[in-house]
């Protein structure tokens, strides 16, 4: 055989080494990218579910926010079936008013949560829709804050004048708490 068709013969070999090489390669790629692929797919759907279960929980601490805020104005409404005076039915209707904050706060720290999760499982909308509930609970957390404050001022004005100076304490102590909050949130 002269040289230039040993040269072919080899070249082919090599072209079909190469080419063996090259397709094992491709297949063991393939492969991988297969399995991590299953694997990226269980991790995404156990981030979806750990999403909705804190988007679950969120929405019920919205809900009972709503309701200590509901209450807060029943408060008033007490006034005819209770005995009790106009200072004790404003400090509770700040009282009420300071719980649907820490719902609203704690809503809003799930919803994070929940953001956090969808992102991690892909789902973009659901996380822009957890994002935009925590700027309202946490608007609304600061509302509520402020409606407090304006309750418990007025409970202290009224124990001023019937000269309860232990209550007026008290109200005075729940004003400092709910500025104290509203100061952390910012």
Same mark, same amino acid.
């Given at each position: 055989m002269n040289?230039?068709?040993?040269?072919?013969? #080899?070249? %082919? %070999? #090599?072209?079909? +080494?190469? $080419?063996?090489?090259?397709?094992? !390669?491709? !297949?063991? !790629?393939? #492969?991988?990218?297969?399995? !991590?692929?299953?694997?990226? /797919? +269980?991790?995404?759907?156990i981030s979806m579910q750990? +999403? &909705?279960?804190?988007?679950?929980? +969120?929405?019920?601490? #919205? &809900? $009972? /926010?709503?309701?200590? &805020?509901?209450? /807060?104005g029943n408060v008033f409404q007490e006034k005819t079936a209770n005995s009790l005076d106009t200072g004790d039915l404003l400090d509770r209707a700040g009282d009420e008013k300071f719980l649907a904050a820490e719902n609203y706060l704690i809503a809003s720290q799930q919803w994070d949560k929940a953001a956090r999760a969808y992102f991690a499982a892909g789902a973009a909308t659901e996380a822009r829709k957890a994002r935009e509930n925590i700027e309202f609970t946490q608007a609304s957390a600061k509302r509520s804050l402020s409606d407090g404050i304006v309750f418990h001022m007025k409970a202290k004005e009224q124990f001023e004048l019937s000269k309860n100076l232990g209550k007026k304490t008290i109200a005075l102590d729940k004003v400092a708490r709910n500025l104290e909050r509203l100061m952390e949130m910012k």
């Open positions: 040289l230039n068709s040993r040269r072919s013969i #080899l070249s %082919r %070999r #090599l072209t079909k +080494a190469r $080419m063996r090489n090259l397709l094992s !390669v491709a !297949v063991a !790629v393939s #492969l991988s990218c297969i399995f !991590v692929g299953y694997g990226f /797919a +269980a991790q995404s759907s750990t +999403a &909705e279960r804190w988007d679950d929980i +969120a929405t019920l601490r #919205l &809900e $009972m /926010a709503r309701d200590h &805020e509901t209450q /807060a």
